[in-house]
């Protein structure tokens, strides 16, 4: 009888283990076709720049990184995640369905907005990590939901190449296509993790769930001394995530103005680093359990910093597929080992609420780099802006020094 329940316990959390990694695929599906390649794409089609791409993002990671500990907060007080999850999740859907079909101006608006809940779904999505693993398996796990991301990422550019194939690749009518397409993709296969992963609270959010957030919010940031250690970790990731978002950004915009890769020749490439990402998920996630989240977090800060220096010092094609191969596989384990060391960080009923934070650092990051990117790329060429990326790796690899992780079983 104890080892029926025991397998039912086992398959409920595999179940739930399966469904809150789908969200990874779901969401890395509006990532890699929104904000690496067709947002800064239309953006420039309808006579807008890098400035304006740098801009809009800057501006939606301001946002989100201002509103989120609050919603994370909220999440913590409530046990409501799923629900927070689901409506943020919904609006990123909207705003990306409606993109394509206005000018310029609005154009920019709901590319902002749609960032902005996609970012906020992330630390919400994330803070609910905690809940289906323990301290021995939280790495792997984390490294799966991120690689099975990846896969999002191949499918994605997939059927991206078929919707170019029938309306043209770098057109209004395409882009336009694509936009509805990411929508729907999006809320489609995120509705895995709604059926799937469990959430035994039915509080309604109410108006006094806000105050006491809020109060949560204040006291956590008059108790900063206490979470001392938490902080500096959250001050590194807001150096180097931002200088992942910054490449992530301007990605194709890098290639297409350097080498002159076209959106055709770009798509094989992009698969190439989703699985180059998805394996490097894997691997570091299994590492990372092994030897320790800052040890393996070092060894990929500073391999990201030589290898976009290799670029800076010579972009060709094949320096390009180099450095975008490893840089995926680097990518994909800087998402695996982020999410499980701040969980070994943080106190357990402040998790979402620190994730909160987390998106806060990262995101106010996210002001910093693409906007700075943006404007060298304008005024001094896209090779100078490189620059910015490498020195946010260096920044973020000297604060990380000073993090002291609790010591291990």
């Known amino acids: 009888m104890y080892k029926l329940s025991q397998l039912k316990r086992e398959m409920s959390l595999k179940k739930q283990i399966f469904g809150w990694s789908m969200y990874d695929f779901a969401n890395t599906i509006f990532s890699a076709l929104f904000i690496t390649i067709y947002f800064p794409l239309f953006v420039i089609l309808k006579g807008g720049n890098a400035f304006h791409v740098g801009l809009v993002f800057s501006a939606s990671m301001l946002l989100a990184g201002l509103l989120v500990p609050f919603l994370g907060s909220v999440a913590d007080i ?3 995640k799923k629900l927070l999850l689901f ?21 920019l608006l709901f590319g902002l907005f749609a960032n902005f809940f996609y970012h906020a779904s992330l630390d919400v999505y994330d803070s609910m990590l905690v809940n289906i693993s323990n301290k021995r398996n939280i790495g792997r796990i984390s490294g799966l939901g991120t690689a099975v991301g990846y896969l999002g990422t191949i499918l994605s550019v997939i059927v991206a190449y078929v919707i170019g194939f029938f309306y043209g690749f770098e057109t209004i009518l395409g882009i336009r296509t694509v936009f509805i397409v990411i929508a729907l993709l999006f809320f489609g296969f995120s509705l895995f993790t709604f059926v799937l992963v469990k959430e035994t609270s039915r509080i309604k959010i109410k108006k006094h769930h806000f105050k ?14 206490k979470f001392k250690n938490v ?26 103005d350097q080498i002159g890769l076209t959106l055709v020749q770009f798509f094989p490439l992009y698969i190439g680093m989703a699985i180059a990402a998805g394996a490097g998920a894997l691997i570091f996630g299994k590492i990372t359990d092994k030897i320790g989240h800052k040890k393996t977090l070092n060894i990929v800060l500073f391999s990201w910093i030589i290898i976009i220096f290799i670029l800076y010092i010579k972009t060709t094609y094949v320096t390009f597929l180099i450095v975008g191969i490893l840089g995926g596989a680097l990518l994909g384990a800087l998402w695996t080992i982020t999410r499980p060391m701040l969980v070994e960080l943080a106190p357990k009923n402040k998790v979402a609420e620190l994730f909160g934070y987390q998106g806060l650092t990262e995101k106010l990051g996210g002001v910093i780099g693409p906007l700075l990117f943006g404007a060298i790329a304008v ?18 690899a000297f604060v990380l020094r000073f993090v002291k992780m609790p010591k291990r079983p």
């Open 78 to 80: 409530t046990k409501r």
């Open 87 to 107: 409506i943020f999740t919904l609006m990123t859907c909207i705003l990306t369905f409606f993109t394509g079909f206005f000018t310029l101006t609005f154009v």
């Open 212 to 225: 006491k957030a809020f109060k949560s919010v204040i006291s956590t940031l008059k108790s900063i001394k």
């Open 231 to 256: 902080w500096i970790f959250l001050l590194a990731t807001f150096l180097y995530v931002d200088g992942a978002s910054t490449a992530i950004i301007f990605l194709f915009l890098y290639a297409r």
């Open 379 to 396: 005024s001094l060429g896209f090779r100078q802006a490189l620059l910015v990326v490498i020195v946010l790796f260096l920044a973020g």
